[in-house]
């Protein structure tokens, strides 16, 4: 069976700077997959490029065995999103949201909407499924983002910090959520700055840095001997104590 | 400190302008010299007739007027059009130690953004009254006019920029925004209305409000050296009052919280009732249609139907044309032609009037979350019909509210002039549709929902709708020309339907195209729809 996400020298230039340089991953199937990097490491430029969001300017992407953008349609079916933006439609309730996505994956009008209601118990967002999402904190909108995201029961959720806000009940149900899709067979694909979750949860982790993966390999490999994935993620990043070079501070 | 905040403002404004072609702003240029050469034409002709006049008594009188007239402009044109101009974002720069007065300070400096026409407009008559030998003084009163003429805008600035801090509160409250609004429209079509009313001129003349007590009057007592012990008096007077409201006001908008209003707008819409009743305008497409478009027509329904900016345009395209035709009408001075054609007008007037924040923006409320369009399975042209669809939802509406009105009206009406409105309007909205769908994915840009005063659209779509009206209504225009030459209903009828029928094909052209160009631009057009302003605010 071909690799849930298949990635070949994948390049993205923005003003002469590579957000993303010849980058090339591979994840299995069924695996819970971190990938991690600093800020403007090229983290959410990737994201980006495998959602067809953003085009690559070189290299090929594979989702499930379907090349992008050639077979995006094939691929968008079977994928779940929850990226770094927002994509609720604010002027829609929660309610309203998350029907309207699963028509869009082609659920009945009913199926959706049963769906809907219950992923929104499910996220303990029950009593707020008829107030708009203008009006949802930012916890709140990630955990409606999560629920869109699983209404299709898709096989590959790509997530871009999708804990972000979201307080610890929240991201402790999202956690079971995600690792019970694994056990499922589905596979994940997320990126996070919580280095705690992401050693709890992957299976297997690729850390990024000036759009180049610096170290790949599973959990086990990364975490050799004491150390933590903290530790490891530093060293990889070459992260430094800048600020006791400033007097003032 | 100012400098900081103008700074920061510079630099968001720059990377906003850097993704913006050379074309573009080469046509925003030339727009430009157009819109002002037009108020400094305006201006040389007010600097002649103040120059050229003779009489005292009417220089006393019409020179107040003028300037009553710019500071009704100033005021008022602002709100109507929906443009406030350039504001301060308070919510990003009280986290900061800035003392208040000198946030006080910008925001009214920045009033200045809003009407720099009626600046040239003053300068013109207060030149006019330099040149004028009758105005006493010589080239001694020069200083005097020029202290004058300062005042005066210093008068406007802080009127305007209390008036502002009132409006953007005011206008977040649902149940005032509308009737606000209305009332605004009523005072700008009040001279139509005299008009119409048939009020003597002379009557008129005899109530303009020009004596020393009124603030232009005693700007324009002062300018012209007359009673200018009182005309001090009531100026500086003015102008500490319009200092004590404007600060009055911008402390009060220090304090508010817009989030808690738009909680209160929100939690209206919460109500059973409200809903439901939306809900079964918004289900109609699902009896038309079937997924995926059914469920996008479905949410831009639902979603426009609640965002108050477009809600209060769609109010004013029902509206407004209404206000300005009907008493040229009733008064029989726009002419026959106006008369046979209110309705056509009046519908073709509002289908403009919707353009900006609907089809010729068709994803401006969505901003970010317009990257769901990209990301669901579901084919880009599916989300432009549906978009289109909605879109053709509220034009036929706004048709039926017009003619609805316009029935009860005591104005000439007949089948084929309600049949006449309704088709010239459909064609050319799907000329402007087809327009709109380019312009939708080549000038994007983000709207907010809550914020009624932003302008539509990017300036680069301001200037491409100058071009594009007129040759969107061209074909109708054409239909027009042959009735009056073959003077033929028939020829009439028969060359809308082929308008109609090139319009189709325009539309599936446009669409194909801007299709194409959606997918090849989603990342600039994703980057335009998650902008947000800096420090100041762009109205």
Redesign the interface.
């Known amino acids: 069976m071909s690799p849930a996400i298949e990635v070949h020298d994948l390049r993205k230039v923005y003003e002469g700077r590579a957000a993303v340089d010849d980058l090339s991953l591979t994840v299995p199937r069924g695996s819970f997959f971190g990938f991690l990097g600093p800020n403007g490491a090229g983290k959410s430029t990737t994201i980006r490029m495998l ?5 690559a300017d070189s290299g090929t992407i594979d989702l499930l065995g379907f090349r992008l953008p050639e077979q995006d ?1 094939e691929i ?2 079977r994928i779940g ?1 929850v ?1 770094d ?9 929660g309610l ?1 949201f998350l029907e ?2 699963g ?4 659920l009945e ?1 009913t199926q959706a909407r049963r769906r809907a209601q219950e992923l929104l118990e499910l996220f303990e967002l029950g009593d707020e499924r ?3 999402i ?2 949802y904190s930012k916890g709140m909108r990630k955990r409606v983002a999560m629920a869109a995201s699983l209404i299709h029961r898709p096989e590959l959720f790509l997530m871009d910090e999708p804990f972000e806000g979201v307080d610890a009940v929240g991201a402790r149900l999202m956690k079971d959520i995600l690792l019970d899709q694994v056990r499922h067979g589905a596979t994940i694909f997320l990126t996070s700055h919580v280095l705690e979750v992401v050693e709890r949860l992957c299976d297997h982790v690729a850390i990024i840095n000036k759009g180049k993966i610096v170290r790949e390999g599973s959990m086990a490999e990364m975490r050799s001997g004491t150390e933590t994935l903290e530790e490891v993620f530093v060293r990889e990043v070459g992260a430094e104590r800048a600020f006791e070079r400033l007097e003032w501070l | 400190m100012i400098g900081a905040i103008l700074r920061a403002q510079w630099l968001s404004m720059r990377s906003f302008s850097m993704g913006s072609k050379r074309s573009g702003m080469v046509v925003s240029a030339i727009v430009g010299a157009f819109f002002y050469g037009f108020w400094l034409l305006g201006a040389w002709g007010l600097e002649e007739i103040f120059a050229s006049a003779e009489d005292s008594v009417w220089l006393a009188v019409w020179l107040p007027v003028a300037l009553l007239a710019v500071m009704l402009y100033w005021q008022i044109a602002p709100v109507v059009s929906a443009s406030l101009g350039a504001s301060l974002d308070l919510k990003k720069l009280l986290v900061y130690p800035i003392p208040h007065e000198k946030l006080f300070q910008v925001e009214v400096l920045l009033r200045l953004t809003a009407c720099v026409e009626m600046l040239i407009i003053v300068g013109g008559i207060a030149t006019g009254v330099m040149r004028n030998s009758e105005v006493g003084g010589g080239i001694v009163a020069v200083p005097r006019i020029l202290v004058v003429t300062l005042l005066f805008i210093i008068l406007n600035l802080l009127i305007a920029a209390g008036l502002r801090n009132l409006m953007e509160r005011m206008l977040l409250k649902r149940s005032l925004r509308e009737v606000m609004v209305v009332l605004l429209i009523l005072v700008s079509v009040l001279p139509q209305l005299l008009i119409a009313s048939k009020v003597n001129p002379d009557a008129v003349t005899h109530y303009l409000p020009a004596a020393v007590y009124w603030p232009w009057g005693a700007a324009g007592h002062l300018m012209l050296g007359i009673e200018w012990l009182a005309a001090t008096v009531v100026l500086l007077a003015s102008i500490a009052l319009a200092y004590a409201f404007s600060r009055w006001q911008f402390a009060i908008s220090l304090r508010f919280d817009p989030a808690s209003a738009n909680r209160r707008v929100l939690a209206l819409d919460e109500s059973q009732d409200r809903l439901s009743l939306l809900d079964r305008a918004c289900r109609v497409p699902a009896f038309l249609f079937a997924d995926p478009l059914a469920a996008i027509v479905e949410k831009e329904l639902r979603s426009l139907l609640r965002t108050p900016r477009f809600r209060l345009v769609f109010g004013m395209s029902c509206l407004f044309g209404l206000l300005i035709w009907t008493p040229r009408v009733l008064s029989g001075s726009g002419g026959k032609a106006t008369s046979d054609h209110f309705l056509t007008m009046v519908c073709v007037y509002g289908l403009v009037m919707l353009g900006q924040v609907m089809y010729m923006n068709a994803f401006g409320f969505d901003r970010s979350a317009a990257q769901a369009w990209f990301s669901l399975p579901v084919s880009f042209t599916r989300v432009i019909v549906g978009k289109n669809v909605a879109a053709a939802w509220f034009v036929i509406t706004e048709m039926l509210v017009v003619v609805a009105i316009a029935l009860v009206l005591p104005i000439r009406k007949s089948p084929v002039l309600v049949a006449e409105a309704v088709v010239v309007t459909l064609v050319s909205g799907v000329y402007l549709i087809a327009f709109g769908n380019l312009s939708s994915v080549y000038f994007p840009r983000a709207l907010s929902p809550e914020k009624v005063t932003q302008g539509g659209g990017s300036r680069s779509l301001n200037v491409i709708l100058v071009f594009c009206f007129p040759i969107a209504l061209l074909p109708v225009g054409l239909a027009y020309w042959a009735r009056y030459v073959f003077s033929s209903d028939v020829v009439f009828f028969a060359l809308l339907a082929v308008a109609a029928l090139l319009g189709a094909v325009l539309y599936w052209i446009a669409l194909g195209s801007s299709v194409e160009a959606a997918l090849v631009r989603r990342e600039r057009i994703l980057n335009e729809l998650a902008k947000s302003d800096g420090p100041v605010s762009i109205g």
């Open positions: 959602t067809g969001l953003i085009p349609m968008k079916k999103l990226p933006e927002s994509l609720l439609f604010d002027r829609l309730t309203e309207f996505v028509r869009m994956y082609a009008r008829r107030k708009l203008a009006g």
